[in-house]
């Protein structure tokens, strides 16, 4: 695969699907898999199925027999780059921080929960996710001592640019972000703006259509 191409975000997705797919054939002890079972289980066309994988550089499947289960793992882990374990903090600790500081999806991405900050005195000293809460203004040598790569903002709208620029001073790479407003960001800083409510509204756009 050539690693300076870079993936659009449907294929992503999908190749995100294959991989918890792919790991709980391996639980249930599968060897292999058609290109044809992992479309079937997934709702996506087999042909689809088999272009993502030609395009992560691997053979194609054996007739009648498919693909080995471990190898395809192998590859997608190494894609995403799960099995390095990545410091991550979190800044806002809110109830979204909260929930996402308590959650699992950490470890299953290859983060390990670093720090958490916020800058409420009624917050900072608490306990979140087994950490200390630390002030904000704590960030920069926290990051730089403890080289934290990654960072998830769950703070209010009219902080968030505020504080990426904080966490882009202090060396931050990647942002997760939560706050409702796009925040900008120096080119080799990767971030990826979650709004929440986008996602309610296509649930709501395909109840309403699954209706009609």
């Known amino acids: ?29 599968r060897k292999s898999v058609t290109s044809t079972e992992i ?19 691997t053979a194609a499947g054996r007739p009648k027999v498919g693909y080995e289960v471990i190898h395809l793992i192998k590859m997608l882990r190494g894609l995403f780059d799960i099995d390095r374990i990545k410091p991550i903090c979190i800044v806002g600790c ?4 909260k929930a996402l500081a308590g959650s699992d999806v950490w470890e299953k991405a290859g983060y390990k929960l670093a720090a ?44 968030a640019q505020d504080t990426a620029d904080l966490l882009t001073g202090a060396g931050i790479k990647a942002i997760w972000n939560f706050a ?4 900008q960001a120096a080119e080799e800083v990767v971030v990826e703006n979650q709004f929440l409510a986008w996602g309610l509204i296509i649930v709501s756009h395909r109840a309403k259509w699954a209706q009609e």
Do not use: H, W
Request: charged share 25%; proline share 3%; net charge negative.
């Open 1 to 29: 695969m050539n690693r300076k191409k870079r993936l659009s975000r449907a294929c992503i997705l999908r190749l995100e699907l294959y991989l918890d797919f792919l790991e709980n054939l391996q639980k249930e002890g």
């Open 39 to 57: 479309g079937g289980a997934l709702g996506l066309d087999p042909v689809k199925v088999r272009q993502d994988l030609f395009g992560l550089g």
């Open 94 to 97: 809110g109830n979204l921080g």
């Open 116 to 159: 958490a900050f916020d800058n409420n005195p009624d917050v900072v000293g608490s306990e979140l996710a087994g950490l200390n809460v630390r002030s904000v203004t704590e960030m920069f040598g926290v990051i730089k001592s403890e080289g934290i790569e990654a960072a998830v903002i769950t703070v209010p709208v009219d902080a």
């Open 180 to 183: 409702q407003v796009n925040i």
